[in-house]
């Protein structure tokens, strides 16, 4: 199942990227990857969301540590250069297009979690992950523009998100 996602946000890359400014987004897409990796070792034995592979995955993306890093480094890449290569100027704009990506990644996450490729725990939910998808590409979009203060926002964004959920600080 995330072998088939992975695929899909490659052609959508390919086909939509607006590949000839891409050295202006890898300073984002950095961003977007330490996030995740950030994610993966802090809360490595308190994962509110795990993927599991399903059907063909098994081949591919065997474990949940493959398949997220099949994503930072295939997806990621892939949407930045579509996400930033064509986002729009106005304000109304602008807010519609962090909403279709948000709603794009609910839309494959509410697949995934359908057929149990991803699980969610310790009161995550498919509503958190559509608040940290809006909160993700409106940070992205910041960081373009503004890395400090997307930095500053992400800071404080994941204090809220460990007063809210309570995990263990790792050690």
């Known amino acids: 199942m995330q072998t088939v996602f992975v695929i ?3 052609i959508i890359g390919i086909v939509f990227g607006v590949w000839k400014h891409w050295k202006e987004y890898y300073p984002t897409l950095l961003f977007w990857i330490i996030g995740n990796l ?18 063909i995955d098994h081949f591919f993306l065997p474990t949940h540590p493959i398949i997220s890093t099949a994503i930072a ?3 990621y890449p892939f949407v930045i ?6 986002y729009p100027s106005t304000l109304f704009k602008k807010t519609c297009w962090i909403i279709f990506w948000s709603l794009l990644f609910q839309s494959v996450e509410s ?4 057929y ?3 699980t969610h725990h310790f009161g ?7 608040a940290f998808n809006l909160v993700t590409f409106l940070f992205l979009s910041i960081h373009k523009w503004k890395p400090w203060v997307a930095w500053l ?7 809220l998100l460990f007063i809210l959920f309570h995990p263990p600080i790792p050690t």
């Open 8 to 10: 899909f946000f490659i």
């Open 38 to 55: 950030l994610y993966e070792n802090l809360l490595y034995n308190y994962r509110v969301w795990e993927f599991h592979p399903v059907g």
């Open 73 to 75: 480094f295939l997806v």
């Open 81 to 86: 250069v579509v996400f930033l290569g064509r």
């Open 111 to 114: 697949v995934l979690y359908y």
């Open 116 to 118: 149990r490729s991803i």
């Open 124 to 130: 995550w939910s498919l509503l958190w992950s559509f």
């Open 153 to 159: 926002f992400s800071i404080i964004f994941i204090i």
